[in-house]
């Protein structure tokens, strides 16, 4: 294949990334905004996501689309389900204190991991995806459902931003996230938009995880590296800017899938964690973010 | 000094009795698992110092340990160095990594430290599986029982030999506590946890504090580097797994267990832990779900460790 088709492909695949990455860095802006609190256990609900569709889709059995999509319901549902237990258990009781917040999502981490690992197994396994269309490009042809990745994250964005701008639901959270104390003094249920916030990230997490896992199987380890890149998209895109966090997602998922086509894997992720470093300690914002007050 | 320092100096020499009294009483297993665990309680009471003593919280502490860890390892396999020289290549590596990331890393506070630390151990991480070809990538390396030999004055020392290995781990866990213990006691020391209680304030007091959280975070890697280096010449392996997050986590459960700024509370935390694991994988595999459960239960109930709440209870005296 000649320069140009290669790296059309190579930008493709990109997007797909970008486009899975922007979803769930999403997840983790809004629960960092919002609560103050760094939800290390971010990746494990995208691999919960991932691996309760397959849970999913093998139960139902049948035609893969009526699968797929009742996987894309129950799936980010049990998800937030989990999250919110772990909130009310674990999070609220540490009063949100950040430090503690880490050392608690960690330990969460390990036994989500853990409980994948003894319930689901060690094996990488396949979900059917629900329509095989190829579109034929001149040079190649490409997975008709990868594009649609990139269009059902778009929509899912678009709404998001919609909640986030144009509703009440979304003027509280705003509020909560400004000034937390101010907000509760308005008469508004902090705690009860801590819960849902970290509910809502979580089913972003699976969300973006049910779309993924079509091509590339769910296991139970596949939740490391979507989570550094989402803090990675995060802290480049600074935090809260929804506008940001689509930007950078772009940006890291089209550079990384590039990188990885033209040079290795590990050197790519080698170069992005350490730029993403050097921002954090030379410019904290973030690139598109405005200083903190 | 105000403090009696009577009784921490007697406690401190009667651990280090004890230790050296069960070299002669353990069985097999125990001895092997116990000289393992000082080497790793080195590791830990490293992190203690910065955060405990400094309330920085590192998650990429994996990098300093390992930084001795292939210092020595890496000086021995490929340049056949001798055991006191490649444990000196562990120390310096640790020290001028630390260096580094400390001038870097100071930058941040709070919770962009944690992550600005973690993303430089993982570059660290993903450095050696890059650089497969020296560092032998995931499969790590093995040194060889040749290469493990110290010459004393025509004496040669054998650290593959078990009671050879339990005082060399020993000697290092012993010196590495005292010198904790010095360090808290001293006026540096002080200066740390009047940083970790109030920046502002120690500032205003005319103390250098980015100074002072930089030699911190030196004395911390340098100590960790101690604890990789020695876990390379003593247990014979280097790998890429003991760089990776996993080893960033557990010295942070260990000092979180054995409780933060204490100078025992190291040894005990990472006893402690090890001994759970160790009896619960008689029952389950599922070690995972331990590690995780512990650290939940640890900040929910016991924020301060075991020895931090014996000290509030009931031994002020406690270091």
Known sequence: MAFGPHLLLATLEGLVTSAVLALMALGLSLVFGVMRVVNVAHGEFFMLGAVLAWAVTATLGGNPAIGFLAALVISPLIVGAVALLAEQLVLKRLNYNPEATIVATIGLLYIIQQLALTFYGPDARPVAAPFNYRISLPWFGYSGYKLSIIGASAILLIATWFVLTRTRIGLVMRATQYDSETAQAFGIPVERVYAGVFALGAMLAAVAAVLIVPISQAHYLMGLDPLLLSFIVVIIGGLGSLRGTVVAALLIGVSDGVISVFFSPTLAKIIATLVVAMVLVFRPQGLFGTARR | ?319
């Not at chain 2, 790793?40 to 992190?47: D, I, N, P, S, T």
């Not at chain 2, 339990?166 to 010095?182: I, P, R």
Request: glycine share 10%.
């Open chain 2, 1 to 319: 000094m105000r403090h009696d320092g009577f009784k921490p100096a007697a406690l401190h020499v009667a651990v280090i009795a004890l230790l050296f009294a069960l070299n002669f009483m353990l069985p097999d297993y125990h001895h092997g698992l116990l000289a393992r665990i000082m080497v790793l309680a080195v590791f830990a009471m490293g992190y203690n110092l910065l955060f405990g003593y400094v309330g920085l919280l590192s998650l990429g502490h994996a990098m300093f340990f390992s930084a001795g860890l292939y210092g020595s390892g890496l000086a021995i396999y490929h340049l056949g160095w001798s055991v006191p020289a490649a444990f000196g290549a562990g120390l310096v590596s640790g020290a001028a990594l630390s260096l580094v990331i400390g001038l870097l890393a100071l930058r941040t506070t709070g919770v962009a430290f944690m992550i600005v630390t973690m993303m430089f151990a993982q570059v660290f991480y993903l450095s050696i599986l890059y650089f497969a070809q020296w560092t032998g990538g995931d499969q790590g390396l093995v040194l060889q029982q040749s290469q493990r030999l110290i010459e004393v004055g025509g004496v040669t020392l054998d650290l593959t030999e078990p009671v050879t290995r339990y005082m060399a781990a020993l000697g290092l866990f012993s010196v590495v506590l005292v010198a904790t213990l010095f360090i808290a006691r001293s006026a540096f020391g002080r200066v740390l946890v009047a940083i970790r209680e109030n920046e502002e304030r120690t500032k205003m007091l005319g103390y250098d504090t980015f100074a002072n959280k930089l030699a911190a975070v030196v004395a911390s890697g340098v100590i960790c580097a101690a604890s990789g280096a020695a876990y390379a010449l003593l247990f014979g392996y280097v790998g890429s797994t003991l760089a990776s997050v996993q080893y960033s986590i557990l010295p942070l459960l260990w000092v979180l267990l054995g409780g933060a700024a204490t100078t025992l509370g190291p040894l005990v935390g990472t006893v402690f832990m090890y001994y759970v694991i160790d009896v619960t994988s008689g029952y389950t595999s599922a070690y995972m779900l331990v590690v995780g459960i512990a650290l939940i239960l640890l900040v929910l109930y016991f924020p301060k460790g075991v020895l931090g709440t014996i000290r509030d209870r009931w031994v002020r005296w406690l270091p």
